[in-house]
């Protein structure tokens, strides 16, 4: 573990006291503490404010009971949370996650993230995220509605357009968003449509919202690859999961000339040496919910292999799209060994610090998931922005904007790495171009 300057030791320690047992929410704060050095030597204002010890520090933090009846008719509860982080720069804004392993440390880390995500969009967007303990996976549509319609009844008193603006994660995708849409709806008697984002076409939804984080992740990483005199062209590619990010990496690399050659889910993963056939890939895991095994089994040219790492595949460009901590330092150092060039995080925090150390000393670009998966949380503000205007814009009109939004980010990030001294850092130029946006807007609104 590296040294903090002395400004942030202090603040890690604060944070490791006053949040025990939140490994992954340490992670994060450390990794953009690691970052700001430089910052706090150039800028003793944000030390005098307090800025560090207040933006580690969630704004406000809820966590409440979701009862609800299953088909067998027995009473179930799960844990539902919402994570206020920071509304410096706009309304709370982040996704929801139902998954078995959410506790207050994972919506604690994901709310972290995305303060500094959405300050680099550039858009007027705080950071938020929540989620619960609840697990879709093998209850039926009654089931998740009855869920949603339950966590929804108390989430609704603490969300708003102007206040916190929820969308999906793990978990919740177009059939959770609408039971969640359909019960806050019900208990405002309001259509108010910017409550949430990744809402579906027909009642308020964006064209290219449920493409855009995997969209926004290929377009990054296509700016890395030009800033290098390269394309994806020809390209041999391994991108992990198979859920929503994942699937439109994939769709996006192949428009680009690369060739997918291998996906996951939770049980395994699959390769595929004649690229992986997006149409079979969305109805195996969209349609009918299935697992990564069937379509190997609908595939000649594909294997299912559920030992191991998919990060034994060999290729030229990772793009971890599965979930926290997937990639450790054992397959970066194989990753690196079989030659790849460039790794890109599609999902939150899925490279373990030892992972990232090994690429930086092997020479492996690495870019960090808040700012190359920002392309849904960007594209979520230009929903919000057509629910405001009661507008809806083309297809290529939005696609246009989200790959313009993710070349700025891309620049925001290089540009702010060279300042800093540290050229080709991405983990870096991210941490410091968003931290010091909200910095700044806090310092601007005094103590609150
Ligand atoms: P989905 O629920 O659609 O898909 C998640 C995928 O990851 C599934 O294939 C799932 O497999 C797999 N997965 C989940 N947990 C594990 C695990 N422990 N081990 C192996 N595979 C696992 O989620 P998303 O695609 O929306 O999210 C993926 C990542 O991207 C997350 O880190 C999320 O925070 C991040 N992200 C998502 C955004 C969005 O707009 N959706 C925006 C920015 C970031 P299985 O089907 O077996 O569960």
Known sequence: MTQLHPHLAPVFDEVLHRNPGESEFHQAVFEVLESLGPVVTKRPDYVDAAILRRIVEPERQIIFRVPWVDDASNVQINRGF???????????????????????????????????????TGMPIGGGKGGSDFDPKGKSDAEVMRFCQSFMTELSRHIGQYTDVPAGDIGVGGRELGYLFGQYKRLTNAYESGVLTGKGLTWGGSQVRKEATGYGTIYFLDEVLHSRGDSFEGKRVVVSGSGNVAIYAIEKVQQLGGTVVACSDSSGYIVDEAGIDVELLQDVKEVRRGRIAEYAERRPSASFTSEGSIWQVACDIAVPCATQNELDESDANTLAANGCTLVGEGANMPTTQAAARVFASAGVTFAPG?????????????????????????????????????KGIHDRCAETADEYGRPGDYVAGANIAGFNRVADAMLALGVI
Do not use: C
């Open 370 to 406: 808040k700012a190359v998966n920002a392309g849904g949380v960007a594209t979520s503000a230009l929903e919000m922005q057509q629910n405001a205007s009661r507008d809806s814009w083309t297809f290529e009109h939005t696609d246009d904007r989200l790959e313009e939004i993710m």
């Open 82 to 120: 919402r994570v206020q982080f920071n509304s410096a720069l706009g309304p709370f804004k982040g996704g929801l996650r139902f998954h078995p392993s959410v506790y207050l440390g994972i919506v604690k880390f994901l709310g972290f993230e995305q303060i500094f995500k959405n300050s680099l």
